[in-house]
T-cell receptor, first 111, second 109 residues
């Protein structure tokens, strides 16, 4: 059964550094999302992406964040200058109908 | 105001002891009510989507039901491998998911 994959599984970075989180959605899916989950807290919506552009973004998704689909298969989330509070699990999801299928996540640790 | 509220926060059951998890949600702009299972350090695993009051869906020992303001996840004769956090989420008018805090289920043998 097709799955959403994410790399890396764990990323450690220093405050102020740029990170790129990668996702390979399920093929033929057209809508993609990024969510994050700070340890012990709810899963939170960050951004939705359709037809190579952002459909909606949350208040969390400020100018430090960007998304793109560079090659028709990968879907990336970039954080330009990481902060301590960006430490979280980041999940990519791709959509069939209205059902969102999540990847295994990338654990981002900012030191 | 929280759009999705789950109870209880944690639930301990003996193997075989059936129970229900509750999810209450705001109705305005609802585009589906979703249940996910999440194991520690993993991504949410899709279980069910419900769209209209009265709808029910089943998968193995799990059954999800929907009323106008609540959804229930019934677990019948649970096994230790059912231990996980169960997340409820509402799809909003733009189809993004708004999650609750989850119910941590522990099933003891």
């Amino acid at each position: 059964e097709p799955e959403v994959t994410q790399t890396p599984s764990h990323q450690v970075t220093q405050m102020g550094q740029e990170v790129i989180l990668r996702c390979v959605p399920i093929s033929n899916h057209l809508y993609f999302y990024w969510y994050r989950q700070i340890l012990g807290q709810k899963v939170e919506f960050l951004v939705s992406f359709y037809n190579n552009e952002i459909s909606e973004k949350s208040e969390i998704f400020d100018d430090q964040f960007s998304v793109e689909r560079p090659d028709g298969s990968n879907f990336t989330l970039k954080i330009r200058s990481t902060k301590l509070e960006d430490s979280a699990m980041y999940f990519c999801a791709s959509v069939r109908g209205y059902e969102q299928y999540f990847g295994p996540g990338t654990r981002l640790t900012v030191t | 105001e929280d759009q999705v509220t789950q109870s209880p926060e944690a639930l301990r059951l003996q193997e075989g002891e059936s129970s229900s998890l509750n999810c209450s949600y705001t109705v305005s702009g609802l585009r589906g009510l979703f249940w996910y299972r999440q194991d520690p350090g993993k991504g949410p695993e899709f279980l069910f989507t419900l769209y209209s009051a009265g709808e029910e869906k089943e998968k193995e020992r799990l059954k999800a039901t929907l009323t106008k303001k609540e959804s229930f996840l019934h677990i019948t004769a649970p096994k230790p491998e059912d231990s996980a956090t169960y997340l409820c989420a509402r799809g909003d008018s733009s189809y993004k998911l708004i999650f609750g805090s989850g119910t941590r289920l522990l099933v003891r043998p």
